[in-house]
């Protein structure tokens, strides 16, 4: 939290229960962290110092009277697409630039629950709409290992603030990748939950059928404690699962002797850096160093088609969500226009920006009559395929071993001119939402300075299992304790 070491969730918790230091002044540390860095980085969107403050000192007569626990008085930054009561949620959008939602995700209510202490709502791609977080209305969040590169997306904003120690931790949302992939690019460990483990309530939607809640945190220890906090059943979300939640700290003990793990082939795209292939393979290595059976000839056939599918399934979800910014329920609305039908298409073209256009063009197109059965239907059966073959290949596995990304960073401006190139970026990691599988993406080396992840999937609800190798990895390895020098 300072331009010293970095503290993780579990080691502020110990400082905290032990009185060596106050939720008022790791939450103050935070603050000037933001102060100081964010006219380079640019990761936070709003600021919530004086809430933040008031949180920190209820956290710490809480946890003077015994009742703290591993949140309690621990900064926390928020993805801006989660509901935040009395404080504004842009989504990155002109569109929802200046709406303060009345009411708390759940995520929210069982973090406040905790004791959290937010400091802010972080940057994005808008409406999580993109993979590098130069799509933002307002500005683009830059990566804290190079200053010319992105941090990823959509969830960046979140992943180059706890790169950079701007809070402890992080919640992100992940659509296609949106948590992992930044987590790959920034050197965070970033934890996507199987749909339906953590309430989608309050989550402003993208694609309902895929956009899943998650953390971001500096080591898996970490991303287990949060999970503990955010999980569990939830009325209000009709996709929300009523299984029991377990403590997910309690595999953490580094054993994965004996465990399969699968490395599916289709996951080393063609156009891969050579660097990136070389560290994943050096990880696996590692694993199988560990006492992991490690089987390198696992197929996943239909995974090529993954990208195209999420590219149907995704923009058609979206086109149906965001009919509802119409400038007359709440957002941004167009006053000067001559009828109800003008000011609602004047209001969509200045509130949305490019990408977001694209993509509901590219859903109502999908939706469309004529193009319906031969597009979205039959994504919606590939889907179903892809889903199969990751149930075929757990009858064997325990877990399946990828990379994140099949690059390093790229630089700002690279790809933004090039859909097609942007959206290959989340390659490795689509079909596991399409299939609605947990997945964590964890350090694993580096190129030329630049962050590599590995990318661990497990079977549904099955999170134990990929915190557990996770860990035994980073028990192993230092990558992810390396910070960034700003």
């Excluded at 960046?156 to 701007?166: H, I, M, N, T």
């Excluded at 059976?293 to 965001?322: F, G, Q, R």
């Excluded at 999937?457 to 960034?484: N, S």
Aim: charged residues 20%.
């Amino acid at each position: 939290m300072s331009d010293g070491k970095q503290l993780t969730i579990h080691e502020a918790h110990r400082l905290l229960a032990d009185r060596q230091v106050s939720s008022v002044e790791l939450t103050r540390a935070a603050l000037e962290r933001i102060d100081k860095i964010e006219p380079s980085v640019r990761a936070v969107v709003t600021v919530t110092g004086e809430m933040a403050m008031e949180q920190a000192r209820a956290a710490d007569q809480r946890i003077a009277s015994g009742n703290g626990n591993p949140l309690c008085g621990i900064p926390v930054l928020i993805k801006d697409v989660i509901s935040t009561r009395g404080v504004r949620t842009t989504c990155s959008s002109k569109m929802l630039e200046n709406y303060v939602p009345p009411y708390d995700a759940t995520v929210m209510e069982r973090l406040s629950g905790c004791g959290a202490v937010m400091v802010g709502k972080t940057n994005m791609d808008e409406f999580a709409m993109g993979s590098s977080t130069e799509n933002s209305a307002f500005f683009v969040t830059h990566n804290p290992w190079d200053l010319g590169r992105v941090p990823g997306g959509s969830s960046g904003g979140s992943a180059a603030a706890v790169a950079a120690g701007e809070a402890i931790y992080a919640l992100g949302s992940d659509t296609g990748g949106s948590i992992r992939q930044p987590a790959s690019f920034c050197s965070v460990t970033g934890l996507k939950p199987t749909y339906g483990r953590v309430s989608r309530y309050g989550l402003v939607a993208f694609a309902s059928s895929l956009d899943q809640i998650g953390p971001l945190t500096s080591d898996v220890t970490d991303a287990a404690l949060v999970l503990n906090a955010i999980s569990g059943f939830d009325r209000r979300d009709s996709t929300s699962v009523p299984l029991p939640v377990t403590d997910y700290t309690c595999g953490l003990n580094g054993d994965i002797k004996g465990l399969r793990l699968g490395v599916p082939g289709e996951y080393f795209v063609e156009g891969m850096q050579e660097e990136v292939i070389r560290a994943i393979q050096a990880a696996i290595a590692r694993l199988e160093g560990l006492g992991a059976v490690i089987d390198w000839e696992v197929s996943l056939p239909s995974t090529p088609y993954a990208l195209a599918v999420y590219y149907i399934i995704a923009p058609s979800e979206a086109s149906a969500n965001l009919a509802r910014y119409d400038g007359v329920k709440y957002g941004f609305s167009y006053q000067d226009a001559d009828s109800m039908w003008r000011a609602m298409e004047k209001t969509r073209q200045y509130g949305f920006g490019p990408e977001v256009k694209r993509r509901i063009m590219l859903g109502t197109y999908a939706l469309s009559a004529g193009y319906y059965d031969a597009w979205y239907l039959k994504a919606q059966k590939v889907r179903t395929l892809i889903r199969r073959e990751f149930d075929r290949a757990f009858e064997s596995y325990d877990a399946l071993i990828t990379p994140t990304s099949p690059t390093v960073p790229f630089k700002i401006g690279e790809k933004v001119d090039d859909p097609l190139q942007m959206y290959l970026s989340d390659v490795c990691t689509l079909p596991i939402n399409i299939a609605g599988l947990p997945a964590i993406s964890i350090p694993a080396g580096f190129a030329d300075g630049l962050p590599i992840g590995l990318q661990i999937i497990g079977k549904p609800f099955d999170e134990e299992t990929i915190l557990k190798i996770a860990h035994a990895y980073q028990q192993a390895t230092d990558w992810h304790k390396m910070r960034p020098g700003i």
